[in-house]
Structure formats: structure tokens, C-alpha cells
């Protein structure tokens, strides 16, 4: 497995949180595609400018992440659906097959509006990802890991997939990541590398799409991201089930807290190096 980091974990300028992950030993790099430097408008310059830094350094596209928010998956905007096309399409331009984004909250219920518009939209995009024969990464959490298989069984696409994030599984769903991996081991095409506890227990829905289902908004204090190794995530047993399914994509750090995210970042490369044997 390879590592990666998220750039914007760096919360520093583009060429220089390039420069800070080749420092932490990463091997790639997954991006926004919602920033002055990656956005879905690049153009052919622009791209390959993006590409040139990453080279001398390097590195690799890991993933783009092409979440804007879970209100077209609700409402089906024509706009942002296209944005989310042209998203994938560039992912393509830059190295790499996928794009992960957060798609809200799969409702218990079927026969509800808002997970017929969600199923809609996302057959869309998974269409579309097949025809670039790429990957519209749904990103794990707000839903237990059987729900969103079940949700994406539905769609019968090559395209559609998962970035399992072990932290949000845990944190949010209350699930555990170790028999997430093997409940979704046919989808897996991206993870994240992070790790959290659940300081109480929440309703997914108010914490990621409340105004879509009448509900009350949720405060982000029911959940706390920790280090590597210090939350709820088992990654002796997280990391040899995701060896047992076949799984040889990146493990990409990302952290979302803290005062001094580089290091934080490098310490958990060297986590992620000393389970992986490297």
C-alpha cells in the first residue's frame, strides 16, 4: 500500500505544501478540486503547471476530492452535478481515476424523497464514471458501512466506488472499519488515514444533512479526530483486512485539527510506515 496525504491538510500554499509532503514521505497527494490552483475549469496550462510541481517533487495524484457539499445529491442541481462531471474528467488530466466526495446521509427508508434524488443522482455520476472508466468514490461515515453497500449495489456500475475512511466509520457511524473493509471489499478503490473517537452518539443526519431531512443541526463536538493509533480505529487488524481483500491503493493522512498539521502529518506517515513493515 502507498501513502498519501490530503494537501489541504497542510494549510499552506500549493508549491509549498508540495514541498512540506515530499518532507513527510508521502508518495501522493489527493486535492481539492475546489481551490484557485485545482478547480474543475483548469485549464490545459493550468493542468500541466500542477502536474510539473507534483513531478519535481515526485509525487502522484492520489484522488481529487470533488466534494461540494451533499445539497445536489438532494436536490438535483444541474450545475453542480456538471461541476462533479468535469471533476472526474480532469482527475483523469492529472494521473489518477478517482474523485471521492461525501454524498450526505443514505436514509434508512427507501420510500423517501430524499433517497430516491440521491440514488438518481448518484447513477448519474456513476454513468459517467463508467464512460471515463473511472471511479465516483463515495467517502464512508454517515451511514454504516451495510447501508451504503446495499445503496450502491443499486446503482450496477463499474464506476461507482468507496473511499473508506476508518475514522468517520467510527467517530459518526459508530461502525467498525475492520468488517467495513470486508463488507465493502468489492468497492474500495481509495482510503483515508485517520483516526477519531465518538464522544457521544448522533444522529448522522443532523451532523451532515439536517436541513434536507427537517431536522436540527447537530454541533461537531459529538466527535473528536485524534492522531493515528490514539482513536477507535484497530489499525493492526484495519490494515490486514484491507491486505486480506487485495487492497494496494493509498492509505492518504488526513488531518483536520491541530496547530502544527506537518508535523502531525509526518508523524503519521512514520505510524503508517511502521504497520506497513516499510
Known amino acids: 500500500m502507498k501513502i ?3 494537501l489541504e491538510s497542510f494549510r499552506k ?3 509549498e505544501a508540495v514541498k512540506l509532503a515530499k518532507a513527510a514521505g508521502v508518495d501522493g497527494l489527493q486535492m481539492y478540486a475546489n481551490t484557485q490552483t ?3 475549469d483548469m485549464t ?3 493542468i500541466a503547471e500542477v502536474k510539473k510541481v507534483l513531478g519535481g517533487e515526485g509525487l502522484a495524484v492520489s484522488a481529487l476530492c470533488g466534494d461540494f457539499g451533499c445539497a445536489m445529491y438532494y436536490t438535483g442541481n444541474r450545475e453542480e452535478i456538471e461541476r462533479e462531471k468535469r ?3 480532469l482527475a483523469k488530466e492529472l494521473g489518477t481515476d478517482i474523485v471521492t466526495t461525501h454524498i450526505g446521509v443514505v436514509p434508512e427508508e427507501k420510500d423517501c424523497p430524499q433517497y430516491e434524488s440521491m440514488r438518481a443522482v448518484c447513477a448519474e455520476l456513476a454513468e459517467f464514471a463508467d464512460s471515463l472508466d473511472g471511479h465516483f468514490a ?3 461515515g454517515p451511514e454504516p458501512a451495510a447501508r451504503l453497500k446495499a445503496f450502491l449495489d443499486e446503482l450496477h456500475s463499474r464506476g461507482v466506488s468507496v473511499n473508506l475512511d476508518p475514522a468517520n466509520l467510527v467517530m459518526c457511524a459508530g461502525d467498525d472499519p475492520v468488517q467495513a473493509v470486508y463488507t465493502l471489499r468489492d468497492y474500495i478503490v481509495h482510503t483515508h488515514a485517520k483516526d477519531g473517537l465518538q464522544l457521544r452518539k448522533a444522529d448522522t443526519r443532523r451532523l451532515y444533512a439536517a436541513q434536507w431531512f427537517g431536522l436540527e443541526k447537530e454541533s461537531w463536538d459529538a466527535i473528536r479526530e485524534v492522531p493515528l493509533g490514539e482513536g477507535g480505529v484497530a489499525w493492526e487488524k484495519y490494515l490486514a483486512a484491507l491486505r486480506e481483500i487485495g487492497y494496494d491503493g493509498y492509505l492518504t493522512i488526513e488531518r483536520e485539527c491541530g496547530d502544527k498539521p506537518e508535523e502531525d502529518i509526518a508523524a503519521a506517515a512514520l505510524f503508517l510506515k511502521r504497520h506497513l513493515g516499510r
Open 4 to 6: 498519501g496525504a490530503i
Open 13 to 15: 500554499p500549493f508549491a
Open 38 to 40: 485545482v478547480h474543475a
Open 44 to 46: 490545459a496550462k493550468e
Open 87 to 89: 471533476v472526474m474528467a
Open 138 to 140: 463515495v467517502e464512508t
